[in-house]
């Protein structure tokens, strides 16, 4: 149900932005809670805030031609969505994968202007990316690609203006690449531009495992509040990227046992336990399928591989479930099928990878669940601490910046737990996190008057 007023406002959303139906989706669930807080503050209602808030402050588009391996010339399109700047410099991963386009990288810097303003630090929200496909392109060509995007990016970012990071298909590499373009474009080491580099460069201990481990506080502090802990606990994680891999090591630590993993060709169980060591060979060293895991494992009881389409990861029974691939993989009937298995709590690690029918099935049913916007908030909010240690030309270590990072989790799980309490909906963290992350930034953009 939603606000007459919101409706209003959600028809000229859907009106103004045709054919994007991820955005139209990410608009509609914040606009949903927002219901409760123009109840009691109907002046959010003034000036057009919340229209102004639904509507990015700028969006590029641009062409990025790049030369193959055997000499033909290749075009892809890229972009950048400059959100909302009201907290400070946008700031927000870039997506290399086919499907990228203007609507989902609209719906992710939406929910990153949300996210940002959770974490409680100076940081707006973008995002950008790419239908550039890296799988099975050599190093040279995801290079040559890279630096062909940064040409173009370079003109409208910086360390004040807009800092991107990594997202699907961009990790350390890309970050790496993109960098070095900007250096030489700019003739400026401006080590807080791009977040996510690698050590040597001015990046940050504890960024790579940062949004796999936040969601892993996250979810294990919603569990406390059920006096419930990931100790034994069945737990089933998607993706087998960034996000996933850390999920499942710090799972782990936590006494989880991790059975199931998946990438776009399929998932993997493993009864025993994913082996951790053996999933990082495969997909940070050799880059490979998932399946691959299976063949250096060796014949193992418990052990197998189910093809994508011939199933799903959400069917393998699972205490804990952790999406964490990308939007609207966990549909209303895998929700269902999970709730049937007992699934006690979910964490986004994805960014809204749950449909709204899975979302309300798993509410309705009483399952714990965590939405990507606050449970991954850890990666970002790392990659603000990124940012700290390059503007004052310092590197913290492992240990420090994990426990930032932990006590950053634990304050955002307490505000949106809170905040669900105030509005009347105890419990509700979806409720929670759109409220305080919209508070936050219409609180700011009311000071800055009509912009
Ligand atoms: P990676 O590229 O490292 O990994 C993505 C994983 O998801 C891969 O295993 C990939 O499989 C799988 N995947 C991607 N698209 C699909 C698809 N359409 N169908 C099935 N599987 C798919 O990305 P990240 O781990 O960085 O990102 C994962 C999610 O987490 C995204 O939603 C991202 O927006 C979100 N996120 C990431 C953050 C970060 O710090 N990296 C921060 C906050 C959120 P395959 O290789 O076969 O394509």
């Not at 509040?225 to 999920?247: M, P």
């Not at 964490?324 to 986004?348: C, F, M, P, W, Y």
Request: charged share 25%.
């Amino acid at each position: 149900m939603i606000d007459d007023k919101l409706q209003t406002v959600l028809d000229q959303v859907l009106q103004r932005n045709p054919g994007e139906p991820e955005f139209h989706q990410a608009v509609r669930e914040v606009l949903e809670s927002l219901g409760r807080v123009v109840a009691k503050r109907p002046d959010y209602l003034d000036q057009a805030l919340i229209e102004r808030i639904c509507e990015p402050e700028r969006q590029i588009i641009f062409r990025v031609p790049w030369v193959d391996d055997k000499g033909q010339v290749q075009i892809n399109r890229g972009f950048r969505v400059q959100f909302n700047s009201a907290l400070g410099p946008y700031k927000g991963g870039i997506r290399f994968h086919p499907s990228v386009n203007i609507g989902i990288i609209k719906f992710l810097g939406f929910e990153q202007t949300f996210k940002n303003a959770l974490t409680g630090m100076p940081i707006g929200g973008g995002k950008g990316g790419s239908d550039f496909d890296p799988r099975g392109r050599s190093d040279g060509e995801v290079m040559r690609f890279c630096q062909s995007f940064m040409t173009e990016l370079h003109r409208h970012i910086g360390e004040y203006t807009d800092v991107p990071a990594g997202d699907i298909g961009v990790g350390g590499r890309e970050i790496g690449y993109m960098f070095g373009q900007y250096k030489r474009l700019t003739n400026r080491y401006e080590a807080g531009v791009l977040t996510g580099k690698a050590l040597f460069n001015g990046g940050s201990r504890a960024r790579k495992e940062a949004t796999g481990y936040g969601n892993t506080y996250f979810v294990q502090a919603m569990l406390g509040t059920r006096n419930e802990s990931f100790d034994g606990k069945k737990v089933v994680v998607s993706g087998s990227g960034n996000v996933a891999i850390y999920s499942v090591e710090k799972a782990q630590a936590f006494g989880g046992k991790v059975i199931a993993v998946s990438d776009s060709s399929g998932y993997i169980v493993d009864e025993a336990g994913i082996e951790l060591d053996l999933l990082k060979q495969v997909k940070e060293v050799r880059r490979a399928r998932i399946d691959e895991y299976l063949q250096l494992k060796g014949e193992s009881r418990g052990a197998y591989f189910i093809k994508a389409g011939e199933g799903s990861i959400w069917d393998v029974p699972c205490d804990v479930a952790m999406p964490s691939a990308t939007q609207n993989e966990l549909t209303g009937h895998d929700a269902r099928t999970l709730v049937a298995n007992k699934v006690i709590a979910v964490g986004e690690g994805a960014n809204m990878p749950s449909t709204p029918d899975a979302v309300r099935t798993f509410q309705a049913a009483g399952v714990m669940f965590a939405p990507g916007k606050a449970a991954n908030a850890g990666g970002v909010a790392t990659s603000a601490l990124e940012m700290q240690q390059n503007a004052s030309r310092d590197s913290w270590s492992f240990e420090q910046t994990e426990s930032r990072l932990a006590e950053i989790m634990r304050t955002i799980h307490d505000t949106c737990a809170r905040t669900a309490e105030e509005y009347g909906a105890p419990g509700d963290y979806v409720l929670g996190a759109n409220i305080a992350g919209f508070v936050r930034v219409a609180e700011s953009m009311r000071e800055l008057g009509v912009i």
